[in-house]
T-cell receptor, first 112, second 117 residues
Framework: GQNIDQPTEMTATEGAIVQINCTYQ??????LFWYQQHAGEAPTFLSY????GLEEKGRFSSFLSRSKGYSYLLLKELQMKDSASYLC?????????????FGKGTKLSVKP | GAGVSQSPRYKVAKRGQDVALRCDPI?????LFWYQQALGQGPEFLTY????????KSGLPSDRFFAERPEGSVSTLKIQRTQQEDSAVYLC???????????????FGPGTRLTVL
């Protein structure tokens, strides 16, 4: 089966750095996605990792370790607008390879 | 360009009513997905289309749920005889190809919030 775990909530201060972890168990592996979702809005794509290591994209970076079944999203220079839920997701391996399996999301609150 | 659109944005139904939720994917996107998202949870997969073919409907919770994409573009999710447990946000997403490859990220619509009284 497939399982994704991430913390339910996190709080951080404006200007700081925060790391949101995600662990996954899948029958195969075909990459890992991070999405951002503001309350009442659609999830928006942040990053995709398929190889081990760190992918940097501006203030956001995403790390993957396939051997450990582990990823994290790193947010630097936090801004109030970064308050949102962050969703870790993996595509189904095999079959139609269509849909994503999502974690429950980590609700990040950025305080002044 | 236009993103994924969904209508209606909000729907209130009485228990037992039928509802139809519409999704307009990004033009040219081959794949279309429906997800159900309960409050405080991540989206959960319902069904997947590649063009007009429904390749996976394993996530549909019961036979009251039905989805179609007859011409390979617009899709409709129909829920018959709605129950209170059907209350959720229904998200539609589209992608150029099947997810699992770089550049094949899914683009989500704003969702339809369904409330069943």
């Amino acid at each position: 089966g497939q399982n994704i775990d991430q913390p339910t909530e996190m709080t951080a201060t404006e200007g700081a750095i925060v790391q949101i972890n995600c662990t996954y168990q899948t029958s195969g592996f075909n990459g890992l996605f991070w999405y951002q979702q503001h309350a009442g809005e659609a999830p928006t794509f942040l990053s995709y990792n398929v190889l081990d290591g760190l992918e940097e994209k501006g203030r956001f970076s995403s790390f993957l370790s396939r051997s450990k079944g582990y990823s994290y999203l790193l947010l630097k220079e936090l801004q109030m607008k970064d308050s949102a839920s962050y969703l870790c997701a993996v595509p189904i391996f095999g079959g139609s390879q269509g849909n994503l399996i999502f974690g429950k999301g980590t609700k990040l609150s950025v305080k002044p | 360009g236009a993103g994924v659109s969904q209508s209606p944005r909000y729907k209130v139904a009485k228990r037992g009513q039928d509802v139809a939720l519409r999704c307009d994917p990004i033009s040219g996107h081959v794949s279309l997905f429906w997800y159900q998202q309960a409050l405080g949870q991540g989206p959960e997969f319902l069904t997947y289309f590649q063009n007009e073919a429904q390749l996976d409907k394993s996530g549909l919770p019961s036979d009251r749920f039905f989805a179609e994409r007859p011409e390979g573009s617009v899709s409709t999710l129909k829920i018959q005889r709605t129950q209170q447990e059907d209350s959720a946000v229904y998200l539609c997403a589209s992608s150029l190809g099947p997810s699992g490859g770089a550049g094949h990220e899914q683009f989500f619509g704003p969702g339809t919030r369904l409330t069943v009284l």
